[in-house]
T-cell receptor, first 111, second 116 residues
Framework: QKEVEQDPGPLSVPEGAIVSLNCTYSNSAFQYFMWYRQYSRKGPELLMY????GNKEDGRFTAQVDKSSKYISLFIRDSQPSDSATYLCAGGSGGYNKLIFGAGTRLAVHP | GAVVSQHPSRVICKSGTSVKIECRSL??????MFWYRQFPKQSLMLMAT?????????EQGVEKDKFLINHASLTLSTLTVTSAHPEDSSFYIC????????????FGPGTRLTVL
C-alpha cells in the first residue's frame, strides 16, 4: 500500500464547476499536508499548506484535512480552463525529512 | 519570495557524457534541497535529499555514484548525471526547504534531460 493514494484521473469538468480532488494516506505520523499544482513540463507550485484537521481557504481553493479518516481534499470553486493541470497532494511530519507525494490527479477544465 | 531556479532548463547530450544541473534558492537560504525525477504523466520520484555541508541521502535504488549531488552552499545544490545513457532521459526537478522551516518545499522549474 502506498503511503499516499490519489486517483490519477483524468478528471474533466466544465468551466465554472466545483472540483473535488482527494487523497487518502496511511501514515499516522503525518502532521502536515500540502497541495501542489503542476502544469505540463513545469515544476510543481505550492497551492495550500495545512497543519491540522479542518478547512483552510485561499481564494477559490479550500483544503480540507480529516485526520481521523486520513483523508485530505482540495476544492476548487468556479473552475477555470487555467486550472487545468496535475494536482499533487503530499504529507509530511517532523520526523520525516521529506514529503510523501501522491501520484497526482490530472484535471481538465473545458470551456 | 521563495523562488527556486534551475539551470539549464533543457539539455541534450550524447550517451556517455556527464551533465550537471544546478538548483538555486534565489531569495532564501536552504539547508536542505531535494532532487526528484519525473517520467511523463507520472508523479515525482524522490532521488535524494541534499543537506548543506554533508553527504546526500539517496533513496533506495538510486545509484549514488551515477547521480552525484553536491550542496556546497546554502543557496546552491548540483546534480551531476555521470556517464549518461538514454534511460536517464527524464525531467529532473529540485526543491528547497528554507532554513528553519521544517515543512514547506519550493520547487524549481525542472530540467529536461535528453540523452541521445
Amino acid at each position: 500500500q502506498k503511503e499516499v493514494e490519489q486517483d490519477p484521473g483524468p478528471l474533466s469538468v466544465p468551466e465554472g464547476a466545483i472540483v473535488s480532488l482527494n487523497c487518502t494516506y496511511s501514515n499516522s505520523a503525518f502532521q502536515y499536508f500540502m497541495w501542489y499544482r503542476q502544469y505540463s513540463r513545469k515544476g510543481p507550485e505550492l497551492l495550500m499548506y495545512t497543519y491540522s484537521s479542518g478547512n483552510k481557504e485561499d481564494g477559490r481553493f479550500t483544503a480540507q484535512v480529516d485526520k481521523s479518516s486520513k483523508y485530505i481534499s482540495l476544492f476548487i470553486r468556479d473552475s477555470q480552463p487555467s486550472d487545468s493541470a496535475t494536482y499533487l497532494c503530499a504529507g509530511g511530519s517532523g520526523g520525516y525529512n521529506k514529503l510523501i507525494f501522491g501520484a497526482g490527479t490530472r484535471l481538465a477544465v473545458h470551456p | 519570495g521563495a523562488v527556486v531556479s534551475q539551470h539549464p532548463s533543457r539539455v541534450i547530450c550524447k550517451s556517455g557524457t556527464s551533465v550537471k544541473i544546478e538548483c538555486r534558492s534565489l531569495d532564501f537560504q536552504a539547508t536542505t534541497m531535494f532532487w526528484y525525477r519525473q517520467f511523463p504523466k507520472q508523479s515525482l520520484m524522490l532521488m535524494a535529499t541534499s543537506n548543506e555541508g554533508s553527504k546526500a541521502t539517496y533513496e533506495q535504488g538510486v545509484e549514488k555514484d551515477k547521480f552525484l549531488i553536491n550542496h556546497a552552499s546554502l543557496t546552491l545544490s548540483t546534480l551531476t548525471v555521470t556517464s549518461a545513457h538514454p534511460e536517464d532521459s527524464s525531467f529532473y526537478i529540485c526543491s528547497a526547504r528554507e532554513t528553519g522551516n521544517t515543512d514547506t518545499q519550493y520547487f524549481g522549474p525542472g530540467t529536461r534531460l535528453t540523452v541521445l
